[in-house]
T-cell receptor, first 118, second 114 residues
Framework: AQKITQTQPGMFVQEKEAVTLDCTYD???????LFWYKQPSSGEMIFLIY??????QNATEGRYSLNFQKARKSANLVISASQLGDSAMYFC???????????????FGAGTRLAVHP | SQTIHQWPATLVQPVGSPLSLECTVE??????LYWYRQAAGRGLQLLFY??????ISSEVPQNLSASRPQDRQFILSSKKLLLSDSGFYLC?????????????FGSGTQLSVL
């Protein structure tokens, strides 16, 4: 069975510093996708970044980058130059094997709550 | 551009009462649709997904059901709510037949069953 693990229930960082949020996964499927979502206190889920299992380079999206280490089955999110607005819950998710019909089932980790201090 | 609407934002219901949460998507056709539930302080659990009208698949046995009467409408229902049905419910959509396509989420419904 596929599984996503986020071992940090809570993290804090000083404003303008970088922070790494950990995510490890377990799958026997050679083709998979990894996602990071941000959930502010309002509850909406905001897509941040995506990494495909066959992508040669680590994904980057603005201040977000994904440190993808395939052999270690880890997909850590790095946020550079933290801002107060980055305070939120962060979820790592993995796409489960595609079945006919082409739906994307994502399984989520338990999340990490990030607090950015001024 | 595509948008997803979910309502109501909050709901307080007594045990044993019925439930109907609605989700609609605009600006796209033939989307895959999903209902997720999030327990307090936890990750998201997939409840139902749909790849087309009247095509619903359930991920976990539960007191809830889902329906898709129109292409861009997804409804989560219950005939009799249980205390354990409390949680934050999120509707989401993704593009059909596109691998690794991200999910777009609605703003969620906070359901409290008392």
């Amino acid at each position: 069975a596929q599984k996503i693990t986020q071992t940090q229930p809570g993290m804090f960082v000083q404003e303008k510093e970088a922070v790494t949020l950990d995510c490890t996964y377990d799958t026997s499927d050679p083709s998979y996708g990894l996602f990071w979502y941000k959930q502010p206190s309002s509850g909406e889920m905001i897509f941040l970044i995506y990494q495909g299992s066959y992508d040669q380079q680590n994904a980057t999206e603005g201040r977000y980058s994904l440190n993808f280490q395939k052999a270690r089955k880890s997909a850590n999110l790095v946020i550079s130059a933290s801002q107060l607005g980055d305070s939120a819950m962060y979820f790592c998710a993995m796409r489960e094997l595609m079945f006919s019909g082409g739906y994307n089932k994502l399984i989520f980790g338990a999340g990490t709550r990030l607090a950015v201090h001024p | 551009s595509q948008t997803i609407h979910q309502w109501p934002a909050t709901l307080v219901q007594p045990v044993g009462s019925p439930l109907s949460l609605e989700c609609t998507v605009e600006g796209t056709s033939n989307p895959n649709l999903y209902w997720y539930r999030q327990a307090a302080g936890r990750g998201l659990q997939l409840l139902f997904y749909s790849i087309g009208i009247d095509q619903i698949s359930s991920e976990v046995p539960q007191n809830l059901s889902a329906s898709r009467p129109q292409d861009r409408q997804f409804i989560l229902s219950s005939k009799k709510l249980l205390l354990s049905d409390s949680g934050f419910y999120l509707c989401a959509w993704s593009a059909r037949q596109r691998t690794n396509e991200k999910l777009f989420f609605g703003s969620g419904t906070q359901l409290s069953v008392l």
